[in-house]
């Protein structure tokens, strides 16, 4: 279990709500289409499947200190967009399109989570944020160690007295 496991359920389950309201408008202007509801279920299954691939890139290179999972993570991430996105134009240019759709269902649930949501009367700003209030930097003019592992500090960093 990753510790993002929270923060990635979360994600996932507005992208599906989107994806449902996506679906449910669909209905209304085009009526029943099987290819609209397969190229929006395939792309955003795809945005969720690419998603997790990301995070375990992500995890890889906090523990390797490598940025090799990452770039590995990149070349088998967008192969993938590309090929899902091919078939669905295959099936019907309805379905491409609802697969782009669906390739951005994730996108939007993290704008909703973290930028609309987090703007509403009450609502925890960023959850991801750790600061509850504003952080207080050190004055350089604090430190006046001449025996500093760096040296003695410039003089445009004294108070003048």
Same mark, same amino acid.
């Given at each position: 279990?990753?510790?993002?496991?929270?923060? !990635?359920?979360?994600?996932?389950?507005?992208?599906?709500?989107?994806?449902?309201?996506?679906?449910?408008?669909?209905?209304?202007?085009?009526?029943?289409?099987?290819?609209? &509801?397969?190229?929006?279920?395939?792309? !955003?299954?795809?945005?969720?499947?690419?998603?997790?691939?990301?995070?375990?890139?992500?995890?890889?290179?906090?523990? $390797?200190?490598?940025?090799?999972?990452?770039?590995?993570?990149?070349?088998?991430?967008?192969?993938?967009?590309? &090929?899902?996105?091919?078939?669905?134009?295959?099936?019907?240019?309805?379905? &491409?399109?609802?697969?782009?759709?669906?390739?951005? !269902?994730?996108?939007?649930?993290?704008?909703?989570?973290?930028?609309?949501?987090?703007?509403?009367?009450? &609502?925890?700003?960023?959850?991801?944020?750790?600061? !509850?209030?504003?952080?207080?930097?050190?004055?350089?003019?604090?430190? +006046? +160690?001449? +025996?500093?592992?760096?040296?003695?500090?410039?003089?445009?960093?004294?108070?003048? $007295?």
């Amino acid at each position: 279990m990753t510790p993002f496991k929270k923060f !990635t359920n979360q994600i996932f389950k507005y992208c599906i709500i989107i994806a449902i309201i996506m679906e449910a408008i669909s209905l209304i202007v085009l009526g029943i289409d099987g290819g609209f &509801a397969l190229g929006l279920a395939v792309g !955003t299954a795809t945005a969720v499947m690419n998603f997790i691939i990301l995070e375990n890139s992500a995890v890889k290179l906090m523990k $390797k200190n490598s940025s090799g999972p990452v770039v590995a993570g990149y070349f088998i991430r967008m192969p993938i967009y590309g &090929a899902v996105f091919y078939l669905c134009l295959r099936v019907g240019i309805i379905s &491409a399109v609802s697969c782009a759709l669906g390739f951005v !269902t994730l996108p939007l649930a993290m704008i909703y989570l973290y930028g609309i949501r987090s703007r509403f009367p009450g &609502a925890v700003k960023n959850p991801l944020n750790d600061w !509850t209030e504003p952080k207080k930097w050190n004055d350089l003019s604090e430190f +006046d +160690d001449e +025996d500093d592992d760096w040296g003695p500090l410039p003089s445009w960093t004294k108070k003048k $007295k």
